[in-house]
């Protein structure tokens, strides 16, 4: 079913690995260079990407401008994609001035503008392997309990607030340590190239859980 996407990422971080064409020629990408990618797919798929449109640029905007029009762009969307970068954060800024937390918060709440109420979105996050190809920065095997710990101390507050917040979630217990199961969190992650290989699959998992929001202890503030 073809939806309308917001995709929320940090521009400038080169803390990824190189994709083709950068890769061909020994460049470095950039999450940008992702996004390009992520539109081909959606757009093979019938999604539209609200966040930008060809040859728009808010750039010379100030920040309440472009807050505003961010505003739209998610009221429109159904779904909010933040693709999750090694280097999303930026150390010398506070998380409320930053705008992926911000692009979050948003896309959570529920708004009424001009009497036309607007649903949260789903929030799904796209783990980006990391300047060495690998995915080890944030999710972290555990054979022995056949799980995976993830790094969420990296992340924004909000993304890692509101994952592993089911409020009546099914676990485990293995060496003394609690494993969740299921749709444990309302924010759920993937890494990128399985979710290039399922693409709907995904998409349509973070439409689910967003039907059913209220199973969730979901955070809006920053």
Known sequence: MPRNIFISYKYGDSLVESIPPNSLF???????DYVDKLQDVLKARNHINLGEKEGESLAEF??????????????????TIVLISKGMKDPTKLEKDQWIPWEISYSLRTTTVQGRKSLKNAVLGIVLPDENG?????????????????NTNLLFRILSRNMF??????????????????????????RWDEFIGSTESYIESAIRIRDIENEYEIEINL
């Open 134 to 150: 690998s995915y080890g920065w944030y999710y972290i095997p555990n054979p022995n309990c056949g799980s995976i710990t993830h």
């Open 165 to 190: 917040n089911k409020k009546n979630s099914s676990t485990r217990l293995c060496n003394g340590t609690i494993i969740h199961e299921g749709d444990y969190s309302y924010i759920m992650t993937v």
């Open 26 to 32: 020994g460049f470095r990408s950039t999450v940008r």
């Open 62 to 79: 100030a920040d309440e401008t472009i807050r505003t029009r961010l505003k739209e762009k998610i009221r429109g969307s159904s779904i």
